[in-house]
C-alpha cells in the first residue's frame, strides 16, 4: 500500500513567520500535486510537480520534488493570515494503475495576525 | 474551475431513507471520482468512473452505488443511510495530460447529515 505522509500535522505560527510542510513516502510517484483546502470548500490545486528536482513558485509559495520522486516539500515565505487551511499533498501512482491519486495525511496551518 | 457542481450541497436525512448526490460536469472529463471526507481519515476514495456506465470500488465502498449514464453525470446513492455516512461528500474530475500530468479537480461538496 502507497503512503503519503505529511508533517507536521499541525501548524501553528505568527503572520510573517516562514514555515516548511513535508511530503513523504517510500514509494515513488509519476507526479506530486499540492492542494489546499478551506474549512466547508472542496480542495484547491496549487501545483503539480512532475520531475525528480524540480523547483516551482507560486508567489511565496514554493514547491519541490526530491530527485527520486518520493518526496516533496511546501515552503511559505511571510506567512499571512490567508494561508491558514488544511495542506494536502497527493501522488499518482508510478508504473502501475493510474486511476487512482493517493493522498497524503494532511497539514492544518493556522497564520495568526 | 473545471465546472463541477455538486447537489445539494447540504441535506439531514434519516436512518435508513435513500440519499442520492449528484456531481455535474462541463467539460467532457471521462474520469470522476466520489470521496468523502472525515476528520482523522482524511480523503477517501469511495467509487470512480472511467467513462459512461463504466464504474470501479474504491477503498470505502460498502453501502455506496454509484452510476453515470452520462459524460456530465455522476451519481452516489447511499441505498439505506447510517449514521455512519454523515460526511462531506466530494466529486472530483480528472483532467488528462499524460501519465505524469494528470491533475484532479474538486467540487465544492455536499455535506450529509444522517440523524
Known amino acids: 500500500t502507497q503512503l503519503l505522509e505529511q508533517s507536521p500535522q499541525f501548524l501553528s505560527i505568527q503572520e510573517g513567520e516562514n514555515l516548511t510542510v513535508y511530503c513523504n513516502s517510500s514509494?515513488?510517484?509519476?507526479?506530486l500535486q499540492w492542494y489546499r483546502q478551506e474549512p466547508g470548500e472542496g480542495p484547491v490545486l496549487l501545483v503539480t510537480v512532475v520531475t525528480g528536482g524540480e523547483v516551482k513558485k507560486l508567489k511565496r509559495l514554493t514547491f519541490q520534488f526530491g530527485d527520486a520522486r518520493k518526496d516533496s516539500s511546501l515552503h511559505i515565505t511571510a506567512a499571512q493570515p490567508g494561508d491558514t487551511g488544511l495542506y494536502l499533498c497527493?501522488?499518482?501512482?508510478?508504473?502501475?494503475?493510474?486511476?487512482?491519486?493517493?493522498f497524503g495525511t494532511g497539514t492544518l496551518l493556522a497564520v495568526q495576525p | 474551475d473545471a465546472g463541477i457542481t455538486q447537489s445539494p450541497r447540504h441535506k439531514v436525512t434519516e436512518t435508513g431513507t435513500p440519499v442520492t448526490l449528484r456531481c455535474h460536469q462541463t467539460e467532457n472529463h471521462r474520469y470522476m471520482y466520489w470521496y468523502r471526507q472525515d476528520p482523522g481519515h482524511g480523503l477517501r476514495l469511495i467509487h470512480y468512473?472511467?467513462?459512461?456506465?463504466?464504474?470501479d470500488k474504491g477503498e470505502v465502498s460498502d453501502g455506496y452505488s454509484v452510476s453515470r449514464s452520462k459524460t456530465e453525470d455522476f451519481l452516489l446513492t447511499l441505498e439505506s443511510a447510517t449514521s455512519s455516512q454523515t460526511s462531506v461528500y466530494f466529486c472530483?474530475?480528472?483532467?488528462?495530460?499524460?501519465?505524469?500530468?494528470?491533475?484532479?479537480?474538486f467540487g465544492p461538496g455536499t455535506r450529509l447529515t444522517v440523524t
Open positions: 497527493a501522488g499518482w501512482n508510478y508504473g502501475g494503475a493510474t486511476n487512482k491519486l493517493i
Open positions: 468512473s472511467y467513462g459512461v456506465k463504466d464504474t
Open positions: 472530483a474530475i480528472r483532467s488528462a495530460g499524460g501519465e505524469s500530468r494528470n491533475e484532479q479537480y
Open positions: 514509494s515513488v510517484f509519476s507526479s
